[in-house]
């Protein structure tokens, strides 16, 4: 089928002037579908700087109409509950006739989506990026957000977390679902080979900068002992979540300022000349859903060490990947010592081309549409 549909995309995250960057891959989902349907992006968040009750605002980014609610803070969870519910409700009717919803992110928006299922026969699909599904960070979810998510995935027509690794750890934790993976998107028009002009060799990371994920101290600690061994090299940690406790780490360890660059607020033109010009990237993160960096490293033909986490262990890339196990300083700062004393010649055509055919802009929407187009025949 080819007919273009309206897909209502329901965002528990979602870039916002609250949390700029928060749910940045789910924005791609979006623009990514937009490219063949219309797409209206829905999302409720509280703005503890708001003096009124709530606010809407209204703006286009690539194709995507996008609403989002903010909602002053509520100490009353109840008071809280009452104006969320409100805000989506005015949201909603401010929209024409949509085919379909895309969830994404299961709670706590896939209440909604079980409404809009239940009461307006609106069929759903879900998209998951949620990390905690896996054990052991599934122990804190509490028994009722459990049963609400099985309900939620249940009258799913299809779940679609970002890679396999992923859906087996929902599937272990009881969440059941027609299940169909797909992944996040890289846009490879704008992350593809270049040709490198860095005088040194450069070491690239860019996360969120949270420890208890990215493992950003452990990177320290290689990188310390890396320098007391070499100097042929540099490093750019890139960060968009809090710096200080990296700061205080580098300061501690007294990291030479000349060999190591901290850096934040970097556009994703920016990330993709970063990549361009890396001859490393390094990921060493203690979990990942995807860890998209990865792929956007590899779609500049820009080879990456990572641990035992995320979509590389699913690609056939052993020829410019390095799977390393969790926590394990010794094997990164081995790894890393490899890579400066070979300088492999890459086949960069062959690296693009991987990404570009699995995770394209183009791939990904073609993906989404065969079910959404699915979902409505269902239904």
Not at 5 to 25: A, E, M, Q, Y
Not at 148 to 158: D, E, G, P, V
Request: hydrophobic share 40%; proline share 3%.
């Amino acid at each position: 089928m080819n007919k273009k549909l309206h897909i209502l995309f329901l965002c528990s995250w979602l870039p916002s002037r609250v949390k700029p960057t928060s749910g940045d891959f789910v924005q791609r989902h979006a623009e990514a579908v937009a490219t063949k349907h219309r797409v209206t992006a829905i999302h409720v968040i509280t703005d503890e700087n708001l003096t009124s009750n709530f606010e809407i605002f209204e703006s286009e980014h690539n194709g995507v109409k996008i609403i989002i609610g903010y909602l002053k803070k509520f100490n009353n969870p109840v008071l809280k509950f009452f104006y969320f519910i409100k805000v989506y409700k005015k949201i909603l009717q401010k929209l024409d006739f949509y085919d379909l919803v895309h969830l994404n992110v299961t709670y706590p928006k896939g209440i909604v989506a079980l409404y809009l299922k239940w009461f307006q026969m609106k069929p759903f699909i879900i998209s998951e990026h949620w990390t905690d599904y896996q054990y052991p960070l599934n122990k804190h979810i509490s028994f009722l957000r459990k049963k609400i998510t099985q309900l939620i995935t249940k009258n799913a027509s299809f779940v679609c977390p970002v890679s396999i690794s992923h859906q087996n750890d929902m599937l272990s934790f009881g969440l059941k679902g027609n299940y169909y993976p797909v992944p996040n998107v890289v846009d490879t028009t704008l992350f593809y080979p270049a040709k490198n002009t860095s005088k040194k060799f450069m070491i690239s990371h860019i996360s969120s900068f949270t420890n208890k994920q990215k493992n950003i101290l452990g990177i320290l600690n290689v990188i310390k002992q890396l320098s007391l061994k070499r100097e042929d090299f540099q490093v750019r940690l890139i960060g968009n979540g809090d710096l200080s406790a990296a700061q205080k780490r580098i300061n501690d360890l007294s990291i030479p300022k000349n060999i190591l660059a901290l850096e934040t607020g970097k556009s994703h033109l920016e990330i993709s000349k970063i990549l361009q010009q890396s001859n490393l990237y390094i990921s060493f993160s203690n979990y990942e859903s995807f860890g998209i960096v990865m792929a956007e490293a590899i779609a500049t033909a820009t080879p990456v060490i990572s641990t035992n986490t995320g979509i590389l262990t699913e690609l056939d890339a052993s020829n410019f990947t390095t799977i390393i196990p969790l926590k394990d300083e010794d094997e990164l700062l081995k790894s890393i010592i490899y890579y400066l004393d070979t300088k492999k010649i890459y086949d960069t055509e062959k690296m693009h081309s991987l990404i570009k055919e699995k995770f394209s802009i183009e791939t990904i929407c073609n993906s989404f549409s065969k079910l959404y187009y699915k979902s409505l025949n269902l239904n």
